[in-house]
């Protein structure tokens, strides 16, 4: 393995001291007590980083498998589009020990990622989707890129591919569109990205979990208006669309 970059080595460090925001969780839900059947069902996706030829950090997405009906729920437990771009990620198993070991074990079976190759520095806060389920980012510093062969699960995976992270916090290649959900008026933001030939588009779930990864990693807002939704912090009747 080749030596290791300053810039990712710094990045670990910062990204260790990360302190989650208590305003995008949910005490009085994940409070001792609560019935089962009223907690919300657990997932976890994979941010992982890295440094691209460039200098510049990078994020690893997955482009949805064609096999997929309209948004149906694939192996992973999350509900999916054929076509739509994902981290990788998916629903707790009962073998899982926490949020990490589901990140990582959910990022080999989908795209062939081993995980001893991934550094995982921080968790954030859990990102809940109208379909009651916390969505919790784990964020990995994947040193070594050219270990990294991509080897995508055909039923799960089109594509395997990579943006810039600082992305996510520019108006450039960026559209909006305001939604309202229980009277709840927000943005729903939608990047889109050239790779060669092919045109990506990230948004949802995904685009808010990267715009809040940017965020943290460059210590700095993003250049447009964002306007969280404010059942980020977990009421199952009000969620994110996923």
Known sequence: MSEKSQKLLSLAQQLRLYKPSDSLNNPIRRQNGIPQSAKPKTAAVLICIFEGND???????????????????????????AGEVSLPGG??????????????????????????????????????????????????????????????????????FDVPLEMFLKDENRREQEKEWMGDKYLLHFFDYQSGSKMYTIWAITASI????????????????????????????KAIDT
């Open 91 to 160: 629903k707790r198993e009962e073998g899982d020990a926490d949020d990490v070991e589901t990140a990582l074990r959910e990022a080999t079976e989908e795209i062939g990622l081993d995980p001893s190759l991934v550094d995982v520095v921080t968790v954030f806060e859990p990102f809940m989707t109208k379909y009651a389920m916390d969505v919790v980012p784990v964020v990995g510093i994947l040193f070594d890129k050219k270990a990294f062969n991509p080897v995508p699960n055909v039923n799960e995976v089109e594509t395997v």
């Open 55 to 81: 200098g510049d950090l990078r994020v690893i997405l997955t482009e949805r498998s064609s096999r997929l009906s309209s948004h149906s729920e694939s192996r992973n437990g999350l509900r999916s589009i």
């Open 210 to 237: 990267l715009i809040r990864a940017a965020s943290v990693v460059y210590q700095r807002p993003p250049a447009f208006q964002e306007r969280k939704p404010t059942f980020w912090n977990g009421n199952p009747d």
